[in-house]
T-cell receptor
Framework: DTGVSQDPRHKITKRGQNVTFRCDPISEHNRLYWYRQTLGQGPEFLTYFQNEAQLEKSRLLSDRFSAERPKGSFSTLEIQRTEQGDSAMYLC?????????????FGPGTRLTVL | RKEVEQDPGPFNVPEGATVAFNCTYSNSASQSFFWYRQDCRKEPKLLMSVYSSGNEDGRFTAQLNRASQYISLLIRDSKLSDSATYLCVPKGGYQKVTFGTGTKLQVIP
């Protein structure tokens, strides 16, 4: 399967713990996005990378959230001192401007539950 | 005004019916437009891209009206398998991407 993959698929944690999620984009895609989605809402943009550079970050992303893409391939999203309000589906998407018109392809998501 | 507005529905339609959804956007600089389909508790999947006035793919037709800043999605001959939430995504020259909240479609036997 050469699509976007995310790990883990589900994470249950206690309030105050740190969690880290991983996203592996489609191999030839240089753009990578993180989103958060709660029930009944569309995906909310969190941050965007072009290669290893983080080019945009939403105001939704508090200082407890950090994302990296050190070698321009996979990316990690870390949430420190989790809160119950962080419970959501965290989606990763990748795209490539060349040829495809920059359509984004999504991974299956990581569902986070903070107790 | 919200960046992207969609009627959340649900739209309950019988099999075989034609149904249309609208999506309005506020950023006049938006250059490309996408419709995604999302099944319950699954990730969004790209349905259609719209770069000029419209696009057609089988039973699905997307229309773009830049003057009025809306895009529409028309589904003909609805199937039970079309039941899902349809998300509208206008994309500007910058990279921040704003999704609509989606329109829920339920096709009834």
């Amino acid at each position: 399967d050469t699509g976007v993959s995310q790990d883990p698929r589900h994470k249950i944690t206690k309030r105050g713990q740190n969690v880290t999620f991983r996203c592996d984009p489609i191999s030839e895609h240089n753009r990578l996005y993180w989103y958060r989605q709660t029930l009944g809402q569309g995906p909310e943009f969190l941050t965007y990378f072009q290669n290893e550079a983080q080019l945009e970050k939403s105001r939704l992303l508090s200082d407890r959230f950090s994302a990296e893409r050190p070698k321009g391939s996979f990316s990690t999203l870390e949430i420190q001192r989790t809160e119950q309000g962080d419970s959501a589906m965290y989606l990763c998407a990748s795209s490539s401007r060349v040829g495809s018109g920059d359509e984004q392809f999504f991974g299956p998501g990581t569902r986070l539950t903070v107790l | 005004r919200k960046e992207v507005e969609q009627d959340p529905g649900p739209f309950n339609v019988p099999e075989g019916a034609t149904v249309a959804f609208n999506c309005t956007y506020s950023n006049s600089a938006s250059q490309s437009f996408f419709w995604y389909r999302q099944d319950c508790r699954k990730e969004p999947k790209l349905l259609m891209s719209v770069y000029s006035s419209g696009n057609e793919d089988g039973r699905f037709t997307a229309q773009l009206n830049r003057a009025s800043q809306y895009i529409s999605l028309l589904i003909r001959d609805s199937k039970l398998s079309d039941s899902a939430t349809y998300l509208c995504v206008p994309k500007g020259g910058y990279q921040k991407v704003t999704f609509g909240t989606g329109t829920k479609l339920q096709v009834i036997p």
